[in-house]
Nanobody, 115 residues
Framework: QVQLVESGGGLVQPGGSLRLSCAAS????????MGWYRQAPGKQRELVAS???????NYADSVKGRFTISRDNAKKMAYLQMNSLKPEDTAVYYC?????????WGQGTQVTVSS
């Protein structure tokens, strides 16, 4: 059974940093595009960042220069380093794994940016 388990969320002050981790139990992890999405209350889920099997990255304009996505294929992990956090980054963050028509989601981790 495939699982994506996020960790690293929490409460942080504006300007602070958090690192989210996603542990994947996928047999061919290296073939998947890994992504981080977020959903704030009353808003649609949006793509924050993604990293392809080849290491190509893509970021939402709102997080460019502040967030960095990475992956460790040997450990079957994906990460999202979030710096210079803003209150508008507050949301539930979800890990996603995509390969062809296969699409897996984690349960989400709450990130709250507040003073």
């Amino acid at each position: 059974q495939v699982q994506l388990v996020e960790s690293g969320g929490g409460l942080v002050q504006p300007g602070g940093s958090l690192r989210l981790s996603c542990a994947a139990s996928i047999s061919i992890f290296n073939l998947y595009t890994m992504g981080w999405y977020r959903q704030a209350p009353g808003k649609q889920r949006e793509l924050v960042a993604s990293i392809s099997s080849g290491g190509d990255t893509n970021y939402a304009d709102s997080v460019k220069g502040r967030f960095t996505i990475s992956r460790d294929n040997a450990k079957k992990m994906a990460y999202l380093q979030m710096n210079s956090l803003k209150p508008e980054d507050t949301a539930v963050y979800y890990c996603n794994a995509k390969f062809m028509r296969i699409d897996f989601w984690g349960q989400g981790t709450q990130v709250t940016v507040s003073s």
